[in-house]
């Protein structure tokens, strides 16, 4: 089969398991560590024809079905210089005595030379140009050439909307596979449909399509091309009973989106009768299970809400997941039903970030060396002039809390003290590392930008995320490995750009860690009581009104986000905790490795200490509550807890002990 790397496979794969766990792979009877798999149509570009091909090589054409279409069609095709004056002579007198016609009168050749060149009107001025071009065809090209353009060229009936064009079409229409793995009476049954494929539609005209390919296998036999055995054998195969439509796109939001990276980086803007291969990123079981998850957590939202149920139009989410690692995209929702709308809100819409932002922040505030987890940071009433006008940002229950650490208000989501931290880091700063991390939108230095007060794509948020969970690293996101032209050959295009680092890997492990107490104590805690019990980081967002519902996670290696909205920008009942997570969450457990996903592990340069959560400062036994914080090495908090340790009591962190007993009194 063709794949990305070029054609190969083919062979039989077995897996074996021992109770539910795959033990081994074989293909071909030979042990292997891994196979790939033949990829799954997920769409077909057509022009207004809506032709639908498959171009195979003759060589890839199995002998039994070449034989088939020979006999049907033109058995002395291999003899004759283009035209077949017996052919013609045994058409006539069969037609004379209206008997069954065994072999049409036109050759191959002249069969090609119509369907390319030639219109269908039956007279004998187009009957003459038909012969003149089949002389020219034979004349031009080998026998070989004309017969394989004659197979990837001749009509082969419908599949819903689309025209089967070629034999490597009419295989996955009627038997939904590769032509390769075509036998005798398959082959027959197709060669019996080139003379009148809706007369002799094995769905449609059952009895008529038996008779017909019985009279090719007979044709077969009399030929000496096969035994009769072999002809009675593939005589009591049954017919394909079921049709498989091959026109129905599986990913449409996905298949115009890779339709539009192709145009970019490969320079192909229309897709239609190309014949190019297109071998994308999508994994199909993902994107199943993508889609499930928004139709049914959107249909759960509904029947929640009656404000929704009375909505005009209906509410929408986007979903889009990614290998961090590579920027290869696993699945990708742009909306709820293809069909009522065709807008994607994964990569087109322009949407406010909320507090999904908030985790840029953070991060450049640690890499900037201003603050640490630990931090303090202020909760109380805050007002200033931005623009000419009042900015008094507050917390989503209006609450103030005091001094609390980074820490609890990224967890809790607070505004007022990520909104003194942005001002102390700088806001330049932040637009900075936000570009850095792949947020393309337009971008202010403006307070408000640091609760998310602008716009932008989805995936671009998500790539942000992504770099989190790539250490640091912003993966060139991708939705189109490879482009193969109509044989098979690379299509040359702009190469992927390479990683970039964004942040520390040290800064980057720090926020996923806070992020991943959003998770276990803050806002995205509804999802542990969803069943989500691994160990994984995310951020909830919500904007004023709660326009947009956020929700974006991640593991080492996945990230995905999810928002829900009104495509007309209407408030909804939700938040991103409510509406965005449970998708999220649905999503994450359908897709979960069967071993769980990984954890995080610290880079070399963190250092995870004992602290009181309450101070930010070195944990004592006198800690009513202790934690584990994650810091850079340079950056461990020096002071131990006064509040509740007084100004003589140890820390109880061992490492950092020890540290002090060897500096000594005056360390």
């Known amino acids: 089969f063709r794949a990305a790397a070029g054609d190969g496979g083919g062979g039989l794969l077995v897996a074996e398991f021992r109770g539910d766990r795959l033990s081994g792979l074989r293909v071909d009877e030979t042990a292997v560590a891994e196979a790939w798999l033949e990829p799954p149509l997920l769409a077909t570009f057509w022009g207004e024809d809506l032709m639908e091909r498959r171009p195979v090589p003759l060589g890839e054409i199995p002998t039994e079905v070449v034989r088939a279409v020979l006999a049907a069609e033109d058995a002395s095709f291999f003899e004759h210089p283009g035209l077949s004056p017996t052919g013609i002579a045994r058409a006539l007198l069969t037609n004379l005595r209206g008997g069954e016609i065994r072999q049409g009168g036109s050759t191959i050749t002249q069969q090609l030379a119509k369907n390319l060149y030639l219109s269908s009107e039956r007279t004998m001025g187009r009957k003459m140009r038909e012969a003149m071009l089949a002389i020219f065809l034979e004349w031009r090209y080998s026998k070989e050439q004309i017969l394989e353009a004659y197979l990837n060229q001749i009509y082969w009936g419908r599949s819903g909307a689309a025209n089967l064009i ?114 994308g990123t999508l994994d199909l079981t993902d994107q199943e299970s993508a889609e499930a998850a928004v139709r049914e957590g959107l249909a759960e939202l509904t029947g929640k809400s009656a404000r ?161 969970a790539d250490r640091g690293v912003r993966p060139p996101v991708h939705l189109v490995d490879a482009v193969l032209d109509a044989r098979g050959r690379p299509l040359a295009g702009e190469a992927l750009p390479a990683p970039e680092r964004a942040l520390s890997p040290d800064t980057a492990y720090m926020v996923t860690s806070l992020l991943q107490g959003v998770l276990d104590y803050g806002t995205g805690r509804p999802a542990r009581a969803l069943g989500l019990a691994d160990p994984l980081a995310g951020k909830t967002g919500t904007t004023n009104l709660r326009r947009d519902n956020w929700f974006a996670g991640f593991s080492p290696e996945r990230a995905t986000l999810v928002w829900v909205g009104f495509d007309d920008d209407s408030p909804t009942p ?49 800690c009513p509550e202790v934690l584990a914080e994650a810091f850079a090495a340079e950056r461990v908090p020096a002071t131990v807890c006064r509040e509740h340790g007084g100004w003589f009591a140890e820390p109880i962190d061992p490492g950092v002990r020890a540290e002090r007993d060897e500096k000594g009194p005056g360390g």
């Open 308 to 468: 929704v149920r009375k909505h005009e139009e209906g509410l929408e989410a986007a979903l889009i997941s990614l290998e961090p690692a590579t920027g290869a995209v696993r699945a990708y929702v742009g909306g709820r039903d293809y069909r009522e709308s065709q807008f994607d809100r994964a990569s087109s819409a322009r949407r406010q970030a909320g507090s999904a932002f908030k985790p840029i922040v953070y991060a450049t505030a640690f890499e900037s060396g201003v603050a640490t987890p630990a931090t303090l940071l202020e909760d109380a009433p805050l007002e200033l002039e931005s623009g000419g006008k009042r900015w008094a940002p507050a917390n989503d229950d209006g609450e103030f809390r005091g001094w609390v650490t980074a820490r609890t208000a990224i967890e809790q989501s607070l505004n007022v003290p990520t909104a003194r931290l942005a001002l102390q880091t700088g806001l330049p700063r932040i637009v900075q590392m936000a570009r850095a991390c792949g947020i393309r939108g337009r971008l202010q230095p403006v307070p408000a930008m640091a609760l998310g007060a602008f716009e932008v794509a989805p995936i671009e948020l998500l790539t942000a995320y992504a770099t989190l």
């Open 166 to 279: 070629g034999v490597g079409a009419a295989a996955r229409a009627y038997f939904g596979k590769p032509v390769e793995e075509l036998d005798l009476a398959e082959g027959a049954l197709l060669a019996a449909l080139i003379r009148a494929p809706a007369e002799y539609s094995p769905f449609r005209r059952a009895e008529a399509a038996r008779a017909r390919r019985d009279l090719v296998l007979r044709r077969l036999a009399e030929l000496d091309w096969i035994t009769p055995e072999a002809a009675e054998t593939a005589a009591a195969a049954a017919l394909p009973e079921v049709e498989r439509p091959i026109s129905r796109r599986l990913a449409p939001y996905y298949a115009d989106a890779a339709a539009a990276e192709v145009a970019r980086r490969w320079g192909v803007a229309d897709l239609a009768d190309r014949g190019l291969s297109i071998f």
């Open 574 to 622: 939700f938040s991103g905790s409510k509406a965005a997570l449970p998708l999220w969450t649905k999503f994450t457990l359908a897709v979960r490795p069967p071993g769980g996903y990984a954890r995080f592990t610290p880079p070399e340069g963190i250092r995870v200490v004992l602290i009181d959560p309450a101070t930010g400062e070195l944990a004592t036994d006198r």
